[in-house]
T-cell receptor, first 115, second 112 residues
Framework: DAGVTQSPTHLIKTRGQQVTLRCSPKSGHDTVSWYQQALGQGPQFIFQYYEEEERQRGNFPDRFSGHQFPNYSSELNVNALLLGDSALYLC??????????????FGPGTRLTVL | AQSVTQLGSHVSVSEGALVLLRCNYSSSVPPYLFWYVQYPNQGLQLLLKYTSAATLVKGINGFEAEFKKSETSFHLTKPSAHMSDAAEYFCAVNTNAGKSTFGDGTTLTVKP
């Protein structure tokens, strides 16, 4: 059973560019959440997708957008990259029950470096 | 709003010694709490979770955590540290619909 997969593993971009990160959820999961983990910090919630719609959003600007496809995979897009966007981007998948007991399973992350 | 606080950004123990990583939570509703481990340049691996079924929760790799409502704590312990336990540990609380709020993490160092 494949777990959560993310691509690419590493990415280097320059300021002002745009980036797309990809995530495939664990088999049987229908909900995908994205987190940003800056160096030395805990993950910060960006947003969550369920049934191809953004359901929840953290305190991130509109430069951060996403998409979920019918097969439950997801993309995270970041426009107009800033140096401060350099971080490990984690994707987590779960089965949505609508409550707080949902257990999330994390992928290995994509390391984004903005120069 | 629900939140967690991890006390001690760095913990160092000798191999074979007790591991104690502290986590306190703040929640207006019964919390669902998690501990994750992160090895260098990797994602998060679920160690254990508390979902109100039992206050003492056993996880993988010999770790366990006890939920204490009176102390609003969910500390992670392991009786005997192994070199392979050296990693970053995160405590997290679930808010609505599976969104997690994480602590700042505790780096565990294990000395030979």
């Amino acid at each position: 059973d494949a777990g959560v997969t993310q691509s690419p593993t590493h990415l280097i971009k320059t300021r002002g560019q745009q980036v797309t990160l990809r995530c495939s959820p664990k088999s049987g999961h229908d909900t995908v959440s994205w987190y940003q983990q800056a160096l030395g910090q805990g993950p910060q919630f960006i947003f969550q997708y369920y049934e191809e719609e953004e359901r929840q959003r953290g305190n991130f600007p509109d430069r951060f957008s996403g998409h979920q496809f019918p097969n439950y995979s997801s993309e995270l897009n970041v426009n107009a990259l800033l140096l401060g966007d350099s971080a490990l981007y984690l994707c987590a998948s779960s089965t949505r029950t609508g409550g707080t007991t949902d257990t999330q399973y994390f992928g290995p992350g994509t390391r984004l470096t903005v120069l | 709003a629900q939140s967690v606080t991890q006390l001690g950004s760095h913990v160092s123990v000798s191999e074979g010694a007790l591991v104690l990583l502290r986590c306190n939570y703040s929640s207006s509703v019964p919390p669902y709490l998690f501990w994750y481990v992160q090895y260098p340049n990797q994602g998060l691996q679920l160690l254990l979770k508390y979902t109100s079924a039992a206050t003492l929760v056993k996880g993988i790799n010999g770790f366990e955590a006890e939920f204490k409502k009176s102390e609003t704590s969910f500390h992670l312990t392991k009786p005997s540290a192994h070199m392979s336990d050296a990693a970053e540990y995160f405590c997290a609380v679930n808010t609505n619909a599976g969104k997690s709020t994480f602590g700042d993490g505790t780096t565990l160092t294990v000395k030979p």
